[in-house]
């Protein structure tokens, strides 16, 4: 059984980086993509992106600009930093992996079928 | 971006009871579409899969259906364990969108 665990600072202050990273076990970080995704009241459940262990990575174009993804095999983790942060970036942030079903070798019908417990990030000074 | 709705956004029901939940997409998105299930405090869980897949463990008393634009799950003879808020989440592209969710309490 894959599970999913999400590490960091609880507090950040305005304008410093999040950094958040979430750690595997029970399975292979490979050949999967990795996501981060975020939950408030007022936005409800927000991607942020994604990055897959080939290096690979998309996000969302509303944080792109802040966004920075990073993967470590050797370690069974990836992690997320979010910079310059605001108020609107406190949240709940989950770490979820990404399967899909494979059609004529090709991935396809992605799904978030494992998911950190969430960890609460608060910005505030 | 493709956004989802939700409808409707909380409904009251009985132990027992039917539950109808639908959900509609920006745009065409075939059948790839998900849907989860949350408790407070809890990440969200997978129930459903391209649009009508039951994920391994979940009831049988959950189903999904549709393509294209307009979805739906349904919970036959509602449980209460399954007092919770379910969301609906395209996979058809990226950036990856969930529904606002639909809060199911007990009346």
């Known amino acids: 059984q894959v599970q999913l665990q999400e590490s960091g600072p609880g507090l950040v202050k305005p304008s410093e980086t999040l950094s958040l990273t979430c750690s595997i076990s029970?399975?292979?970080?490979?050949?999967?993509?990795w996501h981060w995704i975020r939950q408030t009241a007022e936005k409800g459940l927000e991607w942020i992106g994604r990055?897959?262990?080939?290096?690979?990575?998309n996000c969302n174009p509303s944080l792109e600009s802040r966004v920075y993804l990073s993967v470590d095999t050797s370690k069974n983790q990836f992690s997320l930093r979010l910079s310059s942060v605001t108020a609107a970036d406190t949240a709940v942030y989950y770490c979820?992996?990404?399967?899909?079903?494979?059609?004529?070798?090709?991935?396809?019908?992605?799904?978030?079928?494992?998911w950190g417990q969430g960890t609460l990030v608060t910005v505030s000074s | 971006d493709i956004q989802m709705t939700q409808s409707p956004s909380s409904l009251s029901a009985s132990v027992g009871d039917r539950v109808t939940i639908t959900c509609r997409a920006s745009?065409?998105?075939?059948?790839?579409l998900n849907w989860y299930q949350q408790k407070p405090g809890k990440a969200p869980k997978l129930l459903i899969y391209?649009?009508?897949t039951l994920q391994s463990g979940v009831p049988s008393r959950f189903s999904g259906s549709g393509s294209g634009t307009d979805f739906t799950l349904t919970i036959i003879s509602l449980q209460p364990e399954d007092f919770a808020t379910y969301y609906c989440?395209?996979?058809?592209?990226?950036?990856?969108?969930f529904g606002p969710g639909t809060k199911v309490d007990i009346k």
């Open positions: 979820a992996r990404d399967s899909g079903i494979t059609i004529f070798g090709v991935v396809t019908q992605y799904y978030f079928d494992f």
């Open positions: 029970g399975g292979s970080i490979y050949n999967s993509y």
């Open positions: 990055i897959h262990t080939s290096g690979s990575t």
């Open positions: 745009q065409y998105i075939s059948t790839y």
């Open positions: 391209a649009a009508s």
């Open positions: 989440q395209q996979s058809h592209s990226i950036p990856r969108t």
